[in-house]
């Protein structure tokens, strides 16, 4: 079975402009979370969607907003990048809400640079 | 608040020799308490878990940890590391209670010489 699939793998960008960041679960997990990781640091999360509703959200400005689509695969989008949102953006997709008996697993991220 | 601190930013270490990454959280909540393990650039793969019971748990790769309460510690071990362990690890916490939310510690560099 594939595992997490994000789209696409490195993407550059200038100051102020919109980025979309695509993300495919598993097939069958109906939860998808996106996490920032600038380089050196952990991941930092950012929301959190369920049956195509939001189920949290981190410390992230309004330019950041996600949606998830009826086959459960999910688009992050960013508006007015600024040089400090470059990092790799993960993607992580679980059973359901909670991480109890369903761990998430990880896609190998979108490497996001901001010239 | 929730916060996760894990005191090492790089432990070198030389093959076959044990090892322990320490991972120390807070939160005045119930946790679910995970490590992780990231490659170069790969995605985050989940090592083990702690969600109840016994306080010691086993993992993959020969990887375990124990959970104590009192000191809110995590503290991952491997008896004998071997090169391919040489990673990034990622101890990590998520609430019991107010929605889903993951808190990541800043990461330990594992790095396993011959």
């Known amino acids: 079975d594939a595992g997490v699939t994000q789209s696409p793998t490195h993407l550059i960008k200038t100051r102020g402009q919109h980025v979309t960041l695509r993300c495919s679960p598993i097939?069958?997990?109906?939860?998808v979370s996106w996490y920032q990781q600038v380089l050196g640091q952990g991941p930092q999360f950012i929301f959190q969607?369920?049956?195509?509703?939001?189920?949290g959200r981190g410390n992230f400005p309004d330019r950041f907003s996600a949606r998830q689509f009826p086959n459960y695969s999910s688009e992050l989008n960013v508006n007015a990048l600024l040089l400090g949102d470059s990092a790799l953006y993960l993607c992580a997709s679980s059973l359901g809400t909670g991480t109890l008996n369903q761990p998430q697993h990880f896609g190998d991220g979108t490497r996001l640079s901001i010239l | 608040a929730q916060s996760v601190t894990q005191l090492d930013s790089q432990v070198p270490v030389f093959e076959e020799a044990p090892v322990e990454l320490r991972c120390n959280y807070s939160s005045s909540v119930s946790v679910y308490l995970f490590w992780y393990v990231q490659y170069p650039n790969q995605g985050l793969q989940l090592l083990l878990k702690y969600l109840s019971g016994s306080t010691l748990v086993k993992g993959i790769n020969g990887f375990e940890a124990e959970f104590n309460k009192s000191q809110t510690s995590f503290h991952l071990r491997k008896p004998s590391v071997h090169i391919s362990d040489t990673a990034e690890y990622f101890c990590a916490v998520t609430r019991e209670t107010g929605g889903f939310k993951t808190i990541f510690g800043a990461g330990t560099r594992l790095f396993v010489k011959a």
């Open positions: 097939s069958g997990h109906k939860s």
């Open positions: 969607y369920y049956e195509k509703e939001e189920r």
